[in-house]
């Protein structure tokens, strides 16, 4: 008999103060048992099933074929999210060969859900794609009506911390969240999930982001008829990553349907889109550093400093929109930008900044540091294939070098400026060298 990574003993506990599906989870590769939670209002006891497999297929599909295991869940999947599973795996496969095709062991749902969800939810986190997705769907919803979000979904335990390392950072965007859904007329519904301690010791959070949104979404198919996902690239700039408009459909159900929304807009079109509303310069968030940084401090809303909010403070600025921003800087350290980790990922994104920076002095300062960041990006590709080389030229002419060749590639690939720092510069929060449009 195979390993398997076992989801057993599913059930709803209420209180007064959550209602919490929960689920043990075993396997060979974990150690102990892991008691896996997903927390809802109280209110929403009456809708959430624990007789439904579903949240737990699209939370643990992709760690299981990261270990390799067999995916086991004592609950009934969804024939048609069961079918997909096979599509799924296939994609992940073909894109990193680390994850392998696993069986997903579950009994099949024979009769469809009796409740269908009528709502229409999206994940909103105060960011450019998710207040994107709103505001465009808000706008379409003038002509159709069945384009209206009536939920802001606001996770906690995704991209901020839930439990021990946690801020007042989620009051503060639920608080904000409230704010944008009041100005619309809409409801906020906050959910806390516990899932990344168990996720993250398989798979980096890039790829398990996908899964991790619709699993959320699939406990709430008695709510909703669909609940949207913002995309962060656009159908020109795709690339391998956990939240995919090939693959967040795939996680759907009879009764629920996952949008992957908004690729049809680069981020620039999407910040030049929202640049004019107040309730977004009053509350938009875009930093990812209190969670992905053990040294920042995570009561910052944005620390001003990272690449994604130096990101965001160029188009802002392109947009004529960074001084009216409250949340960000209203100046960009050209000395920080320059010397910012960019990833290769970026580099489209980075590259429609650079041909919409106009031809005043500051913009033409920004360009160019924006330009060296590229530049460096590129060295670290070429650096990269050089090490590739010579590990091929070692393995090939002198494999007892080989040892001794490792140790020269770990110190030569360590050999360029790390995230850390600009990190620990953003502590100070020491804007020198300010730009803004108006200088
Ligand atoms: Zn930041």
């Known amino acids: ?124 986190s105060c960011g450019i794609d998710s207040f994107y997705s709103l505001m465009r769907n808000e706008s379409r919803s003038q002509q159709e009506e069945d384009k209206s979000i009536s939920d802001l979904i606001v996770l906690r335990g995704f991209d901020i911390h839930y439990g021990r390392r946690d801020s007042g950072l989620y009051d503060r965007l639920l608080h904000n969240s409230l704010r944008v859904a009041d100005g619309l007329g809409i409801r906020t519904l906050p959910v806390a999930t516990n899932a990344r301690e168990l996720t993250d010791r398989y798979v ?94 995570p009561r910052l809303y944005n620390c001003g400093m990272c690449e994604k909010c130096m990101r965001t403070m160029v188009g802002l600025h392109i947009a004529g929109a960074l001084t009216r921003c409250r949340t960000l800087p209203r100046t960009i350290d050209i000395e920080l930008l320059r010397n910012t980790d960019r990833g290769e990922r970026l580099f489209h994104q980075t590259m429609d900044l650079i041909e919409n920076l106009g031809s005043s002095q500051s913009d033409l300062i920004i360009k160019s540091a924006l330009q060296d960041a590229l530049h460096s990006l590129g060295r670290r590709r070429m650096r990269r294939r050089m090490l590739r080389t010579g590990t091929y030229l070692v393995a090939r002419y002198a494999p007892g070098l080989m040892p001794l060749w490792r140790s020269i590639a770990r110190v030569l690939m360590r050999m360029h400026v790390p995230d850390r720092r600009l990190v620990e510069r953003s502590e100070g929060r020491q804007i020198k060298e300010g730009l803004s449009r108006d200088a």
């Open 1 to 124: 008999m195979g390993r398997a990574m076992l989801v057993s003993d599913i059930r709803v506990i209420s209180s007064e103060r959550s209602c919490q599906l929960q689920a043990h989870v075993t396997a060979g590769t974990l150690g102990t048992d892991f008691l896996l939670y997903y927390r809802f209002p109280p209110e929403y006891e009456h809708v959430i099933d624990a007789s439904i497999g579903d949240p737990f297929v699209a939370m643990l599909l992709v760690p299981a074929m990261r270990s390799g295991e067999t995916l086991e869940i004592h609950a009934e999947v969804s024939p048609k999210l069961m079918q997909a599973t096979a599509k799924i795996q296939q994609t992940f496969a073909t894109w990193n060969p680390e994850f392998s095709q696993i069986r997903v062991k579950a009994p099949v749902r024979q009769n469809p859900p009796e409740a269908h969800g009528s709502r229409r939810g999206l994940f909103f």
């Open 204 to 297: 980096h959070t890039s790829w398990s982001s996908g899964g991790f949104l619709a699993s959320v979404g699939l406990c709430l198919q008695k709510v909703f008829r669909e609940v949207l996902i913002a995309a962060s690239d656009t159908y020109g700039q795709l690339v391998p990553w956990g939240s995919h408009p090939y693959v967040d459909p795939l996680w759907s159900t009879e009764s629920l349907t996952i949008v992957h929304d908004g690729c049809e807009a680069t981020r620039l079109d999407k910040i030049r889109f929202l640049a004019d509303s107040p309730l977004v310069m009053e509350t938009l968030r875009v930093c990812f550093q209190s969670y992905a940084t053990l040294t920042h401090s």
